[in-house]
């Protein structure tokens, strides 16, 4: 076992030399979870106000637990501050999800009811945690907003930085493989499709303070694995963008942009020519 003493030893003088004191990671999924929670009480159907406030308590205990040390030593605000307004913004963020619930139940045929959205459809649950996160993020609340997106992200396959402005009625369907970068900006009763991506034409640090996502505006809907690239993309509102394109250009407003394909037909085919792959 002097081995294993060595390599702790080595790894502490490490540590000591290059401290990464970070934020617990698990801390912040258990806030996410315990959000939903606070928001949307399907499962444990609270109704009196007893329940709710404390629910809400332990969604404040769960969020100073999270803030202390070291976050707490990088906020540009006082805790109190931060954890009052955020808990202040809570019924904000409550209306805007519900919308955003009614958009997909509205739109989607598969959706029986808002609770089924709430507790089931992925692209709600990317949505909820961007939404809260974005409190977190505007509040300049260190390293725990990514946390929280990132932990959407392995849930989901969704991927929204919790930088980027959305507007309401936001709609996700089926969502795998979507990516929301950091600048964008969408607007209200926009609906986007798995594999959608709006992006940055380049990755370069020096322009970590740029626009480089596309602009969204009212009423899109963006179909599966487009990508939209570039700070100065906007896309006008009440336009349809179809499956499988790829723009890095603005569109004018009431737009239909689809990507062309040709199905060539086969003819005189020689059968015996025909490649027969056996697997």
């Known amino acids: 076992m002097t081995y294993l003493t060595k390599v702790m030893e080595e790894l502490q003088t490490s540590r000591k030399n290059s401290e990464l004191d970070m934020p617990g990671r698990d801390l912040a999924h258990r806030f996410v979870e315990e959000a939903m929670n606070t928001l949307f009480p399907i499962n444990a159907r609270r ?158 640090k020096s322009l970590a303070k740029k626009k480089r996502h596309p602009t969204v505006e009212d009423n899109v809907i963006i179909y599966s694995n487009t990508t939209i690239l570039g700070g100065e993309t906007v896309i006008g509102r009440n336009s349809i963008i179809g499956g499988n394109v790829w723009l890095t250009s603005s569109v004018e407003s009431n737009s239909i942009v689809y990507h062309k394909h040709e199905t060539k037909v086969r003819t005189n085919l020689d059968e015996s020519k025909i490649i027969n792959f056996q697997i």
């Open 47 to 204: 109704s009196k106000s007893s329940c709710e406030q404390e629910a809400l308590l332990y969604q404040l205990d769960s969020l100073l637990k999270l803030l202390l040390l070291p976050v707490k030593s990088e906020l540009d605000a006082p805790l109190e501050k931060v954890t009052h307004d955020f808990m202040k913004s809570l019924p904000v963020v409550y209306r805007a999800l519900l919308k955003d619930a009614e958009a997909i139940q509205k739109f989607d045929p598969a959706a029986q009811n808002i609770g089924e959205v709430i507790i089931a459809y992925p692209g709600f649950f990317a949505i909820m945690v961007y939404r809260l996160s974005n409190v977190l993020y505007h509040l300049n609340v260190p390293i725990i907003p990514r946390l929280m997106s990132e932990y959407s992200h392995t849930k989901t396959g969704i991927d929204i930085h919790p930088g980027a402005t959305i507007g309401e009625s936001f709609f996700i369907d089926h969502g795998t493989g979507v990516v929301i970068g950091e600048s964008a900006i969408i607007k209200n009763n926009v609906k986007i499709y798995q594999g959608v991506t709006l992006g940055a034409l380049q990755v370069k």
